[in-house]
């Protein structure tokens, strides 16, 4: 008996297992101490009426496996869409399945049914299984570019700031 793989878009059902998805790819991180979300926050962002945030579950034999939470951004540059993956996770028992690949495939689907110019996401350096697979799959490494982030009392200072013009 071969196995079974097919990937649905989330619904509100799926808070839980995504929720498990999120702490799971977190502690493989070491960030788990770092997840502050609740099933009552992502129902609400990631289902709610102004939601932008789309979420798939890859199901191995009817068992959640893998999920992936993406968002559309934009190129000025290309002038189109792109699609911005923030979270790809396959469980551990799951890996070197395909899976990963499944998933992407299905994101870049979506990306060339959107008219996405394409299809992004960052990469932790220490993650050198991840980093080969995406170079397997065509990925570049985008290295002349820095990742700069404002969070906690930064952000409110930064917000604080803004005085509008009169």
């Not at 050198?128 to 570049?140: H, L, N, Q, S, V």
């Not at 820095?146 to 604080?160: E, H, K, M, W």
Request: a negative charge; one cysteine or more; aromatic letters at 12%.
């Amino acid at each position: 008996m071969s196995d079974t793989f097919e990937i649905k878009q989330a619904t509100v059902k799926d808070t839980p297992v995504i929720l498990s998805f999120i702490k799971e790819l977190a502690e493989y991180e070491k960030l788990l101490h770092e997840v502050v979300a609740t099933e009552s926050i992502l129902e609400q962002t990631l289902f709610g009426d102004n939601s932008t945030t789309e979420v798939v579950i890859g199901y191995l034999n009817q068992q959640p496996i893998s999920f992936a939470l993406y968002f559309h951004n934009f190129s000025t540059f290309l002038g189109r869409p792109g699609i911005y993956l923030e979270d790809l996770f396959v469980k551990p028992e799951a890996r070197g399945k395909g899976i990963g690949q499944k998933m992407l495939s299905y994101l870049a689907h979506i990306a060339k049914e959107r008219k996405c110019g394409r299809l992004e996401w960052w990469v932790l350096d220490w993650n050198e299984t991840a980093i080969g697979f995406y170079k397997r799959i065509g990925a570049k490494a985008m290295d002349e570019w820095t990742v700069y982030r404002v969070t906690d009392q930064a952000l409110d200072d930064l917000a604080a700031s803004w005085i509008p013009e009169k």
